[in-house]
């Protein structure tokens, strides 16, 4: 069993920056892929980000490419998500993701493991 929690969600001005955290607990290895999702209200949770577990080959959702970074430290057992340039319809409850042995999948139903999620607020 994989315990994870999210950090780090707030509230931030349209072109601000955040950067969330997943840190996981439990039987922990660096063989899990993580992955972030969002899910604003109405909505259904969608791809953010994703990193292997084996190389560390990152995977975004077209929409946030070029502004989103992820990146995870195996000896501290984190992932991160580092956001800039934020939207407002970027507004959503973030969740991180695990994955055992996955290659970093777009497909929620691929993953194991989720956290409780932090809310990410963006405003105009």
């Known amino acids: 069993q994989v315990q994870l929690v999210e950090s780090g969600g707030g509230l931030v001005q349209v072109g601000g920056s955040l950067r969330l955290s997943c840190a996981a607990s439990?039987?922990?290895?660096?063989?899990?892929?993580m992955g972030w999702f969002r899910q604003a209200p109405g909505k259904e949770r969608a791809f953010v980000a994703a990193?292997?577990?084996?190389?560390?080959?990152?995977y975004y959702a077209d929409s946030v490419k070029g502004r989103f970074t992820i990146s995870r430290d195996n000896a501290k057992n984190t992932v991160y998500l580092q956001m800039n340039a934020l939207k407002p319809e970027e507004t959503a409850v973030y969740y991180c993701?695990?994955?055992?042995w996955g290659s970093g999948s777009s497909d929620l139903n691929a993953y194991d493991y989720w956290g409780q999620g932090t809310q990410v607020t963006v405003s105009s």
């Open positions: 990193i292997s577990w084996r190389t560390s080959t990152t």
């Open positions: 993701a695990a994955d055992r």
């Open positions: 439990g039987r922990t290895s660096s063989n899990y892929a």
